[in-house]
């Protein structure tokens, strides 16, 4: 294209191959969740192998997102894109031939590989696709749409295939999703012209990977062992250490992988901790209802599902409100009071969410709200606020600071619910005592992650004021 489109309908062939990216990442996790009681029969796996099944990927993924949007930069990030699409395309058809845990553990590895070089690129391509604002974030919000809807059908599509088919085939759905996904982009978007000519920064790849990687990996240990254990607190420990060692690398390098001066600008800090916020709330409210639900309530897995029903409505059809909303609050005010909602919508649940019912789905309702607002506008300020031939690693640094954050979501609800919960918390029969002392877990580990939360968005808030006075001083006469 040489020019850009006016219209969301001009770009219609892109976005249908961006939007198949988008659709394979939310698919991809939620659909398999449904198999691993077959797939642990099938394949005689532990709970442990099991759970790797899962693991594996979003570790990969995780772990290769910055390394693989700073080589977007760099070889474009359509032709890096394509060639993720390939990748996955190959690693879904070699579920086939899987015949034990430990090939299929290698085949989601892979698979979260090809994720981690097409994802982050979605974002990027279609920020490049469109010149003006208002497009971008509707662009984003259809994008994000089309994924959500892939999250919330996964389940009940998994289940409705297994009655049908052998669980392999639930992997062999993102064959032609990356087939689509592959001919929209290839069709649909222009090579690349602008590239980051800088010489790679090896190492300071490798100290982000791992940091990333042992990031992602102690919150898994924190469940797996328990806090008594020494492994989640070296492997936390580890992953600290590797975080200064790379920011000391990246404030000494040449060349670094990211330059920390490019992270520090307004639009990209404030855009990142939104982004952070949001993740961090997201993955420890779904995990706090999941288990109050079932475990404290005495929910059936189907009706625990249709209790989180309000979030499912408000994620699939607000995309049509939360354009108009933007357009009426502008962007710095819309992502700043989408994330005030992410924050009361956790503090509903730590203050309320004992009584009953309604104040849960209340607190539902709020934060699948500002994660819509936040979705469709964060990305774009971090990408505003960095030079064109860096948009890949900055979409990649939005993915990663929400992959993160989620798992530390996670790691603070478990971590909470491990120190104040005596006994087997997975075992029926609870005592009084133990009821009690869940409720008293949930309760504190919900307000340390309102607390959490509501800091990074009043961090968040002070950095966009800082983009918000320099713009107002170049603008000034």
Avoid: C
Avoid at 19 to 42: C, H, K
Avoid at 358 to 372: E, H
Avoid at 435 to 456: D, K, N
């Amino acid at each position: 294209m040489s020019t850009s489109p006016r219209s969301l309908r001009e770009a219609w062939i892109a976005l249908a191959g961006l939007s198949a990216v988008f659709l394979f990442e939310m698919l991809d996790n939620s659909i398999l969740t449904v198999a691993l009681p077959t797939i642990g029969r099938d394949l005689d796996a532990s709970t442990t192998a099991l759970q790797w099944v899962s693991n594996s990927y979003a570790v990969v993924f995780g772990g290769l997102m910055l390394v693989f949007g700073a080589v977007a930069d760099r070889f474009g990030r359509r032709r890096v894109m394509l060639v993720g699409l390939a990748l996955l395309g190959v690693a879904s058809l070699a579920t086939v031939f899987v015949s034990s845990v430990a090939a299929l553990i290698a085949v989601r590895s892979v698979m979260g590989v090809a994720a981690a070089m097409t994802t982050p690129g979605s974002i990027a391509l279609a920020f490049r696709l469109f010149s003006g604002d208002d497009l971008r974030v509707r662009a984003m919000t259809l994008i994000s749409t089309v994924g959500l809807v892939g999250l919330a059908v996964g389940p009940p599509l998994g289940g409705l295939v297994l009655t049908v088919a052998p669980w392999q085939a639930l992997l062999l759905v993102n064959v032609p999703i990356a087939a689509l996904a592959f001919a929209g982009i290839a069709r649909g978007i222009a090579p690349d012209t602008e590239f980051h000519h800088a010489p790679a920064d090896v190492v300071g790849g490798l100290l982000g990977t791992v940091a990333i990687v042992l990031t992602l990996l102690a919150p898994t240990f924190f469940v797996e062992s328990g806090s008594g254990s020494w492994i989640p607190w070296a492997t936390a420990v580890a992953a600290v250490l590797a975080a200064v060692l790379y920011v000391v690398r990246a404030r000494t390098a040449r060349h670094p992988l990211l330059d920390l001066a490019l992270v520090a600008r307004p639009l990209v800090a404030s855009g990142l901790a939104y982004k952070a916020a949001t993740g961090l709330a997201a993955a420890g409210l779904t995990y706090l209802v999941t288990l109050q639900l079932q475990l404290d309530w005495g929910w059936s897995p189907a009706l625990a599902a249709a209790g989180m029903l309000p979030q499912v409505v408000v994620l699939i059809a607000s995309g049509p409100v939360v354009n108009r909303f933007v357009r009426w609050a502008g962007l710095n005010r819309a992502v700043l009071l989408g994330s005030i909602g992410v924050v009361a919508g956790l503090a509903v649940y730590a203050l309320l969410g004992r009584l009953g019912y309604p104040p849960v789905a209340l607190a539902l309702v709020l934060v699948a709200i500002g994660i819509r607002v936040v979705g469709a506008v964060a990305g774009v300020n971090v990408l505003k606020g960095l030079p064109e031939n860096r948009t890949s690693i900055g979409a990649a640094l939005v993915d990663t600071a929400s992959q993160v954050t989620s798992a530390a979501g996670v790691a603070v609800s478990g971590t909470v619910l491990a120190w104040l919960f005596a006994g087997s918390i997975a075992q029926p029969g609870w005592t009084a005592a133990q009821t009690a002392q869940f409720e008293r877990a949930v309760t504190a580990g919900s307000l340390l992650l309102t607390a959490m939360a509501a800091a990074l968005v009043a961090w968040a808030g002070v950095r966009m004021r800082g983009a918000a006075s320099a713009d107002a001083l170049v603008h000034s006469p």
